[in-house]
């Protein structure tokens, strides 16, 4: 098999046609401008978006100053309340109402009224150990003793004074009283002569 050249098809130069000018459609003028725009109002958006979150936060920082206020009287009343109900604070309620614990206590059945055990009266002087007083009670008791040992204090170093003094009196009294010297006559005064100076 052989192959067979191809003919080639002749190229023909084509005619010098003139192409006419292609314009563009849209004008430069309006695309720059409606891009200015477009700019513009994305960094008003971003400068506007950036405000309100600024403002936002400063919200929040308030809001978060009023939470923790909150829980700190939160944590204060929770405080309240467990003092409050502990046993020595209800045993001082008690002791303020007249209260007192009884060691021999008498219980009443209620279905019968019943009464199990000998009831006892109390005086207040059962529990000598159990002494529950108010933080003012506690306050006015150190006043008193304080008060009675400056007291105290005053009596010992007034009978101190008094003794010393005592004391320097009887010396004085029993003391010798020393012996008055006897003043010396004075000289006599020299004749002066005439011839002598």
Known sequence: MTALPLARPAFVAPASVRVPRVRPKAALAPFVIALAV???AGMVGQVALATALQSQGFVADDLRRQSLALANQVSDLQA???ETSSMTSLAQKATD???RPNTYPAQLELPSGKVIGKPVPVTGSEVSSVRYQ???Q???QRAA?????K???EAKKAAEAKAAADKKAKAAATATPAPTPTPKPAPK???VTKGNN
């Not at 003793?145 to 040992?149: F, I, R, V, Y």
């Open 38 to 40: 477009l700019l513009g």
């Open 80 to 82: 309240e309340v467990a």
């Open 97 to 99: 109402l007249g209260m």
């Open 134 to 136: 108010s933080p003012e």
């Open 138 to 140: 506690q306050a006015a």
């Open 145 to 149: 003793a304080d008060a009675a040992a």
């Open 151 to 153: 007291k105290a204090a």
């Open 189 to 191: 005064p020299k004749p």
